[in-house]
């Protein structure tokens, strides 16, 4: 079985969409317990009636509106197993963007209220219109809306841009601009997208008087994803009735897209844990040797100096037993006790002549080509 996690909104969508007991089919909630749930999450629920009066045609109340919530924002929801399309599939998706009150999907004939990118592309592609040069098609500039027309279509298209860009955000997404593109950024994910017009030249059918636009014109919204691309166009339904489903599609896709990003970004934080967990170990490792190397080389040469001092306690006793204790003798002795003082690493005492001296391995430090 799989499990979806629903935002607030999301479930208050769900159940004004469709009622308790279809939902429960959906879900592995009984409609008891999916109506706890929303009670839990201050989520308003439609009255007793309500879904026989919607079946039926009636009048009923108005959607009650989702409030501030300080407490949990997430529902954790299991599908049944034999669940073709989940809530967030497209055509779940579709269906709660269609009874979203905060979102309007009907394109007006003329704008109202427009977006400011809306009276910025339409400020700069009326000059093109102007500067045109009887060019068939004029484009928005740079760091616009991306919309490629011709002027007598200009008018539908700001139309439905307006609608489809203040749902969008209505909806969650944001809308971006660059010297490259228009973007729909959803969650983590940026889709490219651009409004253009196709045309198609008229043929003319012998013994018939010929058309006077010479041309079908065919609006199309393109949305170029990571790996692949989607055009909606007018068809059998005009591109402003598909609102709902262009919406659906990207808002669907960039939650899917979202999550499987997050689960590699997981899986890649997780084997960098690994890792670095090992890396970890290994630097131990090394650390641990090297710093037994360092306590065997010291060892040695305390043992060396032990042995230079025994060395030269017995030369002081040799000399006296012999009586060859002279003061130059006295000297060596003295100067032995001395090199085993220097080399001893519990004394280290200094020694002007041996100072540039290797301890451990009894040479010259190597100078640079300075020195």
């Known amino acids: 079985m799989k499990e979806v996690k629903l935002t607030r909104q999301e479930l208050y969508d769900l159940v004004w969409g469709e009622s308790m007991l279809q939902l429960a089919k959906r879900f592995i909630i009984s409609d008891v317990g999916l109506r706890k749930k929303c009670r839990s999450l201050e989520i308003p629920l439609p009255n007793a009636g309500y879904w026989a009066k919607v079946k039926y045609g009636k009048k009923v109340t108005e959607k009650r509106p989702l409030r501030d919530f300080n407490g949990e924002q997430t529902a954790l929801l299991k599908l049944r197993e034999d669940e073709n399309e989940n809530a967030l599939s497209h055509a779940g998706m579709k269906k709660m963007i269609e009874s979203d009150n905060r979102i309007n999907l009907i394109v007006p004939e003329k704008l109202s209220n427009p977006d400011k990118m809306i009276l910025s592309v339409k400020e700069q592609l009326k000059q093109k219109e102007v500067l045109k040069e009887h060019r068939l098609f004029i484009h928005s500039p740079q760091n616009e ?160 100096a032990e042995m230079i001092r025994s060395y030269a306690d017995k030369l002081e006793k040799h000399a006296i037993f012999n009586n060859e204790l002279t003061a130059e003798k006295k000297e060596e002795i003295d100067w032995a006790r001395k090199k085993a003082d220097w080399y001893d690493p519990f004394i280290e005492a200094d020694d002007e002549l041996l100072s540039d001296v290797e301890k451990e391995e009894l040479i010259f430090k190597k100078k640079n080509w300075r020195g």
Request: with cysteine; aromatic share 10%; proline share 2%.
């Open 145 to 304: 809306l991306s919309i490629t027309v011709r002027p007598v279509t200009l008018p539908r298209v700001l139309c439905f841009m307006d609608t489809l860009i203040k749902a969008m955000r209505g909806r969650g997404f944001e809308i971006k601009l660059s010297r490259e593109s228009s973007f729909f950024v959803f969650e983590r994910e940026e889709y490219a997208f651009w409004c253009h017009e196709n045309l198609t030249e008229v043929t003319k059918v012998p013994g018939t008087i010929q058309n006077k636009d010479k041309y079908i014109s065919t609006l199309c919204l393109h949305v170029k994803f990571q790996w692949s691309s989607r055009e909606w166009q007018d068809g059998k339904r005009i591109l402003e009735q598909q609102l709902s489903s262009i919406i659906a599609t990207l808002e669907v896709r960039g939650k899917r897209e979202t999550e499987e990003r997050i689960i590699r970004e997981n899986h890649w934080a997780e084997l960098r844990r690994k890792e670095q967990i090992e890396k970890n170990i290994q630097d131990r490792k090394e650390k641990e040797l090297n710093d037994f190397k360092e306590l065997f080389k010291k060892a040695i040469r305390h043992d060396k």
